[in-house]
């Protein structure tokens, strides 16, 4: 069936370093995809979201480029911070309605 | 504060015990689900509701009923739980564009962590 999934389970990065969280689709059909920060003890958060109709979005510190030829998704953290660790999930629509099918997770760790 | 709360946030509870766990949204979101998340499988939809007294199953909805008799709750219930729903569960609603489709993604709730013994 249709899945999300993510291409490594555990990223450890340094301080201030550049983080590169990746995700890939099997959904041709998905047209809009989010990613979610989840902190230990708490809920999935909204980080930022794009259209298939976008190849590239930019927030506040993080950026989600999105590749629909390989079906492709990537979540960019600029400058990592100690609270950026989390567990990071990516999100898509299937086939259009409002049900989320979710990637089973990266745990990001940002070691001092 | 826009959210969505869940109650309890800890229970452990005997199999067969019928047990609810609520939801309340102050979003005013028509889209309400429950998830669970259980290691290596992820989010897992159990629940939605598009609106008033319009429920449905997500992926694995054995075992579980809903309600959706006001817009802003959405409770979860377990009739006869068993040990195999010990899991995490979320709540999580979202506004229903014209569009047909998702255009916000989901807001969700802090977690309701279950333990059946």
């Known amino acids: 069936g249709e899945s999300v999934g993510l291409h490594l389970p555990t990223l450890s990065v340094q301080e201030g370093d550049n983080s590169i969280i990746n995700c890939a689709y099997s959904?041709?059909?998905?047209?809009?995809f989010i990613w979610y920060k989840q902190e230990s003890g708490k809920g999935p958060q909204f980080i930022i979201d794009?259209?298939?109709?976008?190849d590239k979005r930019q927030g506040q510190r993080v950026t989600v480029l999105l590749n629909k030829t390989v079906k492709h998704l990537s979540l960019q953290i600029a400058a990592t911070q100690p609270g950026d660790s989390a567990v990071y999930f990516c999100?898509?629509?299937?086939?259009?309605?409002?049900?989320?099918?979710f990637g089973k997770g990266t745990s990001l760790l940002v070691t001092p | 504060e826009a959210q969505v709360t869940q109650n309890p946030r800890y229970l452990i509870t005997v199999t067969g015990k019928k047990l609810t766990v609520t939801c309340s949204q102050n979003?005013?979101?028509?889209?309400m689900s429950w998830y669970r998340q259980d290691p290596g499988l992820g989010l897992r939809q159990i629940y939605y509701?598009?609106?008033?007294?319009?429920?449905d199953k997500g992926d694995v909805p054995e075992g579980y009923k809903v309600s959706r008799k006001e817009k802003r709750n959405f409770p979860l219930i377990l009739e006869s739980p068993s040990p195999n729903q010990t899991s995490l569960y979320f709540c999580?609603?979202?506004?229903?564009?014209?569009?047909?489709?998702?255009?916000?993604?989901?807001?969700f709730g802090s977690g309701t962590r279950l333990t059946v013994v």
């Open positions: 999580a609603s979202s506004f229903m564009s014209q569009m047909g489709a998702q255009q916000k993604g989901y807001t």
């Open positions: 959904n041709s059909a998905s047209d809009y």
């Open positions: 794009i259209r298939s109709n976008m």
């Open positions: 999100a898509e629509n299937r086939n259009s309605g409002y049900a989320l099918n």
């Open positions: 979003m005013n979101h028509e889209y």
């Open positions: 509701s598009m609106n008033v007294e319009v429920t």
